[in-house]
Nanobody, 130 residues
């Protein structure tokens, strides 16, 4: 049984940083795409970043334009955790953040498509105040 559990959400002021992590069980990272999504109140869930790691030499990452240069997605080989380092946070980053995984092959045009992901966590709340 696959289980994804996110943690690390918190309330911070604009300009601050947070690190989200996702602990996964029941899947192996090296044959799944892993992604972070977020959903703000009244808005649709949107892709934030995704990663596919076969090994460090062939890692592939994708980012939403709104977070490029501020957020970094990574996988920790030692702990088997999926991380999202979020810097220079803005009030518009406020949302519930979800970890997701899929065994499907993703591309630039599909990595942020919710329908591509098979497994989802319950989410962790990030609130950024101005």
């Amino acid at each position: 049984q696959v289980q994804l559990v996110e943690f690390g959400g918190d309330s911070v002021q604009a300009g601050g940083s947070l690190r989200l992590s996702c602990a996964a069980s029941g899947i192996t990272y090296n044959n799944h795409y892993m992604g972070w999504f977020r959903q703000a109140p009244g808005k649709e869930r949107e892709g934030v970043a995704a990663i596919y790691t076969v090994d460090t030499a062939f890692g592939r990452t994708y980012y939403a334009d709104s977070v490029k240069g501020r957020f970094t997605i990574s996988q920790d080989g030692a702990t088997n955790a999926l991380n999202l380092q979020m810097n220079r946070l803005k009030p518009e980053d406020t949302a519930m953040y979800y970890c997701a995984a899929t065994p499907l092959l993703l591309y630039d045009s599909t990595w942020s498509d919710l329908d591509q992901y098979k497994y989802w966590g319950q989410g962790t709340q990030v609130t950024v105040s101005s």
